[in-house]
């Protein structure tokens, strides 16, 4: 089981970013997936998470409205899109899988974690 984030960079304020969480090994329909962040110098905090039966989304209070998760098991990809990008978005970004499906912002649930992507958002 493998998971890769990528499509980080660097954004102005107010621009977007969409990144992508590819499975390798494994088939992404029957995972949760979930999205988490951390900046330097703090604890890692979820971003938000898809199910995997319904699509249904969880997302943290700075991501609603701004963010959007979605998937594509076709090509095996969970996506964060990621618009009116702050300062304060800056962060490593990670995607993490659940078996059982379920969606969760709880990190402790995800057994499985790719490594991370960096977005830095100037101002």
């Known amino acids: 089981v493998q998971l890769q984030a990528f499509g980080g960079g660097f954004v102005q304020a107010g621009g977007s970013l969409r990144l992508s969480c590819l499975a390798s090994?494994?088939?992404?329909?029957?995972?949760?997936i979930g999205w988490f962040r951390q900046a330097p110098g703090k604890e890692r905090e979820g971003v938000g998470s898809?199910?995997?039966?319904?699509?249904?989304?969880v997302y943290a209070d700075f991501a609603k409205g701004r963010f959007t998760i979605s998937r594509d098991n076709a090509k095996n990809t969970v996506y964060l899109q990621m618009n009116s990008l702050k300062p304060e978005d800056t962060a490593v970004y990670y995607c993490?899988?659940?078996?059982?499906?379920?969606?969760?912002?709880?990190?402790?649930?995800?057994?499985?974690w790719g490594q991370g992507t960096q977005v830095t958002v100037s101002s």
């Open positions: 898809i199910g995997s039966s319904d699509g249904s989304t």
């Open positions: 993490a899988a659940d078996s059982q499906g379920i969606s969760t912002m709880s990190d402790l649930w995800y057994p499985y």
């Open positions: 090994g494994f088939t992404l329909d029957n995972y949760g």
